[in-house]
């Protein structure tokens, strides 16, 4: 099977790589990894002259602006790489007949809700900032060019029993390799903190599904092995939720730095884009049958890679939220 990753050197689209590059499927010539400056969001000429090329039969969307500040500062800057470029790229995918795995997020999602109970498919989105809102035009974008029809009063629809078949997959809270992610930045904070004989303050009013790049790609690699059954929206995320004073606790034991975490409300720091206060989202089931693990065993499988990154790459930690 021939399948393209957009985004291919960002977080997600490298976890990716690495899984599909294992995956029965993929073939010997392994999976085509589109990223700048062959694929720029911005060239609108990108997607259809790479489906020309490769003609891959899925491609999985993970390139974004994912700068959230920046979006809420430059929202036509949003709107373009994070909707407009999703309308030509499903456009020309749809056209060609190629599958489509579309990366979403929590933030089309609100944060409002209070019940404890994480976000799920017949959850009405409303977007509270512009990277959310760019990211749901993109999601409309996307079903609009694979003809779906809305299902009932819910937030997702379906694909035509025959053509080619669009996965809207959302997710939240990502960290792993190559770092510079929460984890890494709290463990840098908490030592600079711990050197100066401080408390660290960490965010206690946001609670998300902090989620593994390497289990999300797990799971993306079994959705498009199986086949055109992954039409429809997912929440693919690690079990459980966290404060991020709670995923800085865990990340600081795990590394074994001790330092006193002080919570403090996210209007501490003044932003550009307001994030939603409650990031969680219900896990869809997935085509196995089993759900992503607890984001404490995936987070503890990432720690020992962390520490060994810390210890190459030191430097002084800054204020986290
Ligand atoms: N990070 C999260 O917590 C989170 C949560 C929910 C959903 N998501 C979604 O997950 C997906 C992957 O995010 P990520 O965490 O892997 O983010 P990331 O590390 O920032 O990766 C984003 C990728 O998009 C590429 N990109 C950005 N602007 C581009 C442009 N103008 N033209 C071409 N490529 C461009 C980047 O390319 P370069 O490497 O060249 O910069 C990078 O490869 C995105 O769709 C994001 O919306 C992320």
Redesign the pocket.
């Known amino acids: 099977m021939r399948i393209a990753v ?8 490298r976890a990716i790589l690495a899984a599909l590059a294992d995956a029965p499927f993929t073939g010997i010539s392994g999976p085509l990894a589109w ?2 400056p062959d ?4 060239d609108v000429g990108a997607a259809a002259r790479l489906i020309a090329r490769d003609q891959p039969e899925v491609i999985v ?6 700068d959230v500040d920046g979006c809420a500062r430059q929202p036509e800057i949003a709107q373009r ?2 909707a407009e470029a999703v309308v030509r790229l499903s456009e020309a995918a749809a056209g060609s007949g190629t599958d489509l795995i579309l ?5 089309v999602f609100d944060g409002r809700r209070t019940d404890g109970l994480g976000y799920r498919l017949d959850d009405r989105p409303n977007p509270i900032n512009t990277y959310g809102s760019s ?1 749901l035009a993109g999601e409309a974008a996307a079903a609009t060019a694979y003809a779906w029809t809305p299902d009932g009063a819910s937030a997702h629809g379906s694909s035509p029993a025959s053509g080619p078949a669009l996965a809207i997959v ?5 960290y792993g390799p190559p770092g510079n992610d929460f984890p890494e930045k709290i463990a840098r904070a908490g030592e600079h903190a711990r050197a100066a004989g401080e408390s660290l303050r960490v965010v206690g009013d946001e609670t998300g599904s902090p989620t593994f ?1 390497a289990d999300l790609a797990d799971a993306i690699v079994e959705l498009i092995g199986c086949g055109e059954r992954f039409a429809g929206i997912h929440h693919v995320v690690n079990g459980g939720a966290a404060t991020r004073a709670a995923w800085a606790r865990a990340a600081l034991a795990g590394l074994a730095i001790d330092v006193p975490i002080m919570e403090v409300p996210g209007s501490t720091w003044t932003r550009a884009s307001t994030p939603p206060a409650w990031a969680v989202l219900e896990p869809t089931r997935m085509p196995s049958g089993e759900p992503l693990r607890p984001w404490t065993a995936a987070l503890a499988d990432y720690l020992p890679a962390l520490r060994r990154q810390l210890a190459v790459r030191p430097g002084v930690g800054a204020a986290v939220r």
């Open positions: 957009t985004g291919a050197s960002g977080r997600l689209g990223s700048r694929y720029d969001l911005d969307h993970a390139a974004a602006w994912t790489r994070n990366i979403s997020t929590n933030e990211k959302r997710t939240a809270w990502l790049t």
